[in-house]
């Protein structure tokens, strides 16, 4: 069972009844006004707009609004601590038909020597006159920064949900992963992004012939390894975190768009995980002690909320909460987050070996019967082999996109 606990639940607080309503405009010639989102309306606007986005949208997951205003709000979110956010809000005839997320992280730039912002949360609907106007008041809002490029999209860095989903529309988004309809890569092209860089994700079911007889072979390797794969140490937390943390730097620190995560964000992320991963599901790899590779997988938390339509209570009662807790010991996919060897030990089975491990307590302790692994870049051949020779099916391909916005 997670360690999600009901407490835990009830910490997020109480999210007040809906009192504004989204409707599409009936003047669709009427201009498009962009504005900077500074009122409670506006706020109010802008985490409820999907609802109006993916109404008929059979796939889409509601997210939680109170994890939605967490993430944006710059008391609590630690991205604010080093780096700086706006939110802009497209409206038609009165009615709020879009929006978009604008950040620069300066840590980014320092490490990379670029000038790049980026933007992400991207709705609209399917018209480019509204894309369009939030692009450019985007833009806009970097320019005044001194930046020249636009990346996106991207939640203020790639440890946070990223990529336009451009294959897979079919299947429903895993924790942290996007959504979004078909039309958003035309609305982007249409404006000028190009391509900078597609992620995949993986899709992993318990039983195939491919992972039956890869299994067996990694089981023979397991015997002569001197590597041990353990699961997280909770009673020792700080020190794993610190071990775990150094190793994901180590691992991505070249990887392209990579930041490194500040110790505020680190703590962000641990207190979620803490909220609902299994600790026998965050493996580390060590050789005599030393780290040397370490993977994240969870339970689906989006199949356990996504009947609670984005609320965890109803006329003050917690009973979205009961809900999710309840549904939490039902959850039958998971997402491998993170798998990663540092260098000097790649290619020698290490990966595969938690792979192994992670299938086998998954199913035999968890109950999953399958799993999605995302994301990996498109350019990763090792891993992305590596994953195939598993049984890993490419199902999903999600776009970075990149601009240049100098004037």
Known sequence: MSSFHLSNLLSFGLEPRPMLRLRLPQDRDAPVRVRRVQSWRDQYYFTRLPWLIYENDPYWVPPLLIEVKEFLNPRKHPFYQHGVAAQFLACQDGCPVGRILVSEDPRYNAKHGTRVGCFGMFESIEDPRVAHAL???????????????????????????????????????????????????ELCESWGFQKAKDLYAWWFVKDNENLRC?????????????????????????????????????????????????????????????????????????DNGKAVGFSITVPDLNEAIRPLNGRLTSWGMPIGAVRLFQRLKQVKT???????????????????????????????DAGFDSAELSWTLEDNHAINNTIQAVGGKLYKRYRIYEKCIAE
């Open 135 to 185: 692009f450019e008041a985007a833009a806009q809002w970097m320019r005044q920064r001194g930046l020249t490029h636009m990346m996106g999209p991207i939640d203020y860095s790639i440890n946070y949900p990223c990529g336009l989903l451009i294959e897979g529309f079919q299947y429903p988004p895993r924790i942290m992963m996007n959504h979004n309809p078909p039309y958003y890569a």
């Open 334 to 364: 998971a997402r491998v987050m993170v798998l990663g060897v540092i260098p000097g030990y790649r290619h020698r089975g290490i990966a595969e070996l938690m792979i192994l491990q992670t299938i086998e307590r998954g199913v035999r």
């Open 214 to 286: 890869w299994m067996q072979r990694v089981r023979r390797f397991q015997e002569r390894s001197r590597i041990k794969i353990r699961p997280f140490n909770l009673s020792n937390f700080e020190a794993e975190m610190a071990r775990c943390v150094e190793v994901y730097t180590v691992t991505r620190y070249d990887q392209w768009g990579f930041i490194d995560l500040t110790p505020a964000e680190l703590r962000y992320f641990a207190k979620r995980l803490a909220q609902f991963a299994r600790p026998d599901l965050v493996l580390v790899a060590e």
